[in-house]
């Protein structure tokens, strides 16, 4: 673990379940460099489609007000780090090799690309909101190109890559359903489940359809399509990183983006290659930097070409769009999209400590509805099933098993 000016960068060891965060979009739009910014991890990145075959995974941080300034207290982190006030929870990022037109067709290798997506609950689609990349990943004139057609693009090959796994033996799946009277959002579920979906959304997907009433083997292709479109709208929620925003015609391609996209998806200006500048030269002790803050402090000597690029940054992107928009697509990916909390367990309430007296050790990120037996589980299995009640550590209230935990 390296503290380099109040920033934990790599070599962090982290424990436990981490929630999965998908990075997707076509070639070349400065996916695998916002994987490098928000995770440190050396990635190949080039001007060029397929840079990246197999996906790459590493842990990046969401970002929230630790409860140490509340308690007045003095943490420990054991599985996260806290800067000034500010705790940065571990998650799993796996940044998907570029997709092409037809990828779900085995096109570029697109269904093992998909394939890497089956847990992740959640997706951040990096676009190029210069539009300087055809659809293909290939470089053009910065404007030729529409990121509009990007989002639908994407939109479908993911529909599309559902639609050929659950289509391929429905006749089968159908009669066997009927035959058998089993119910249909049970069955879907067994043959959906290892691509992170959940009994409910199935069910609720298929109910506001009109598809429960009718007979499996007499759906059409399209009500089929309609389906997995509805369940994946649901259960895979997506950010647009609108990238490449410190290039000119960027602001105007965003404010269309957000217009066009308005109450669809959240569209966040972003500049991966403005953070993983900033970063690394934290890195270096050239500069006092914390992820998704509007400003940074020269504290080191830079070169004269590294202070002409900090200036660039601050003028193009800082001063711009208040941040790089890194931590902020993270933050609404994990928290609004994918509706978890954070939580801080504790075996001594009164010290806010574990068993070996450090202050805070641990915060997980839980989804919301997480109840205190629950969270017990996560703990520790012996735990769950001894459980007998929990207590607030602030208010020392007891708190019943089934108590849903909240925020912080």
Known sequence: MGRNKGLIVEGHSVSGFMLQVGLVGKPNTGK??????????????????????APNVGVGYVKFRCVCRDLDVRDQPRNSFCVNGWRFAPIELIDVAGLVPDAWKGRGLGNRFLDSLRQAPVLVHVVDA??????????????????????????????????????????RLARGIEVRGHD????????????????KDIKDSLEKLGL??????????????????FLRQGSKPIVIAANK????????????????LKGEYRVIPTSAEAELALRKAAKLGIIKYLPGESTFEIVGTPTSSQRKGLQYVEENVLRKWGSTGVQEVLNVAVFDLAHMIAVYPVENENRFTDHEGRVLPDVFLVPRGTTAKELAYRVHSELGEKFAFGIDAVSKKRLSASYMLKHR
């Open 32 to 53: 695998s460099t916002f994987f490098a910014a928000a995770t440190l991890v050396d990635v190949k990145i080039a001007p060029y489609p397929f840079t990246t075959i």
């Open 130 to 171: 210069s539009g300087s990349t055809d659809i293909e990943g290939r470089p053009v004139k910065p404007g030729e190109h529409d990121p509009l057609e990007d989002v639908r693009f994407l939109e479908r090959e993911i529909d599309m890559w559902l639609f050929q796994l659950l289509r391929k033996d429905w006749d």
């Open 184 to 199: 249909v959002s049970k069955e879907l579920y067994k043959r959906l489940s290892g691509l992170g979906f959940r009994e």
């Open 245 to 260: 925003a410190d290039i000119p015609i960027a602001e105007d391609n965003i404010k269309r983006l957000r217009e066009e």
């Open 212 to 229: 429960t009433a009718k007979k499996p083997s007499s759906w059409s292709d399209e009500e089929i399509l309609s389906f997995v479109r």
